[in-house]
Antibody, heavy 122, light 108 residues
């Protein structure tokens, strides 16, 4: 059974750095076809892709947020970590991690975590 | 950057067919995926690579993609189909994953 679970602070102050952890089970982060993305959704708004990482440690970041994001993984712990610097109230959102299944070279999100709401406020 | 355009809302009568569009420049050359999101829940994949259904998704859900428009079709719409629907592609030119703005489906 594949599961993903996000964890991290529910409240951060403006200018602080956010660190979120996605703990996965039911698959290995070393599986060649698999990867993990971080995706966020501000209240009442659309989904926004942030970053992803693959088993070979290949990483990719949203062009618009690249300077603020870092993604990494610890395969032995089955964890993917996202850091976002210089948080602002507009970054208030539910943050999801999702499994990537590369089907014929195409990125598809077949399993999602439940999401974690992060509020940015002083 | 690549953009995907969806209507904000679509309404359909119970038992009828709903069509949700996703517009993008030459989107027919890309692989389009669709996700269903009910209030308070994480998105669920309902169509991948334009027209393929994951296991467990009813046959009532289908998809197509050509030219500048991809379409998610929901036949015999049910009250349980009420949700937000998002299309998604991978923009190879920027390596960005792109989501549409989402469409709220209402079943009347």
């Amino acid at each position: 059974q594949v599961t993903l679970k996000e964890s991290g602070p529910v409240l951060v102050k403006p200018t602080e750095t956010l660190t979120l952890t996605c703990t996965v089970s039911g698959f290995s982060l070393s599986n060649a076809r698999m990867g993990v993305s971080w995706i966020r959704q501000p209240p009442g708004k659309a989904l926004e892709w942030l970053a992803h990482i693959f088993s070979n440690d290949e990483k990719s970041y949203s062009t618009s947020l690249k300077s603020r994001l870092t993604i990494s993984k610890d395969t032995s712990k089955s964890q993917v970590v996202l850091t976002m610097t210089n948080m602002d109230p507009v970054d208030t959102a539910t943050y999801y991690c999702a499994r990537i299944d590369m089907v014929q070279g195409v990125i598809i999100y077949d399993y999602w975590g439940q999401g974690t709401l992060v509020t940015v406020s002083s | 950057s690549y953009e995907l355009t969806q209507p904000l809302s679509v309404s359909v009568a119970l038992g009828q067919t709903a069509r949700i569009t996703c517009g993008g420049n030459n989107i027919g050359s890309k692989n389009v995926h669709w996700y269903q999101q009910k209030p308070g829940q994480a998105p669920v994949l309902v169509i991948y690579r334009d027209s393929n259904r994951p296991s467990g998704i009813p046959e009532r859900f289908s998809g197509s993609n050509s030219g500048n428009t991809a379409t998610l079709t929901i036949s015999r719409a049910q009250a349980g189909d009420e949700a937000d629907y998002y299309c998604q592609v991978w923009d190879s030119s920027t390596a960005d994953v792109v989501f549409g703005g989402g469409t709220k489906l209402t079943v009347l």
